[in-house]
Nanobody
Framework: QLQASGGGLVQAGNSLGLACAAS????????MGWFRQAPGKEREFVAT????????YYADSVKDRFTISRDNAKNTAYLQMNRLKPEDTAVYYC???????????????WGQGTLVTVSS
């Protein structure tokens, strides 16, 4: 249903973009979110965007560095990550929810995750 892509190895300070392609669901009916899980840590909220794309919300740790966006015509959500830090290293997951939320339990569909590694 959701396919995340774009992860990889990047040096600290550089940028990386993730994409999340949706299929089998009415993409424009869902708010989209990005979460991440670092080794040995719990999954945490990163960013979310409303169905129309008119509103976004970010975790404090990524605010002003990351940008979430979406293209409903392409059934795709994006996460642009700038000024990456080693602590951003994690598996990044995209998810779809019927409500605009920061809580992972409210998300109905999840992508498989894509690994982002930031070297110092």
């Amino acid at each position: 249903q959701l396919q995340a892509s774009g992860g990889g190895l990047v040096q600290a300070g550089n940028s990386l973009g993730l994409a999340c392609a949706a299929s089998g669901l009415t993409f424009s009916s869902y708010a989209m979110g990005w979460f991440r899980q670092a080794p040995g840590k719990e999954r945490e909220f990163v960013a979310t965007i409303t169905r129309s794309g008119g509103n976004t919300y970010y975790a404090d740790s990524v605010k002003d560095r990351f940008t979430i966006s979406r293209d409903n015509a392409k059934n795709t959500a994006y996460l642009q990550m700038n000024r990456l830090k080693p602590e951003d290293t994690a598996v990044y997951y995209c998810a779809a929810a019927l409500v605009y939320s920061v809580l992972s339990k409210t998300y109905d569909y999840w992508g498989q995750g894509t690994l982002v590694t930031v070297s110092s």
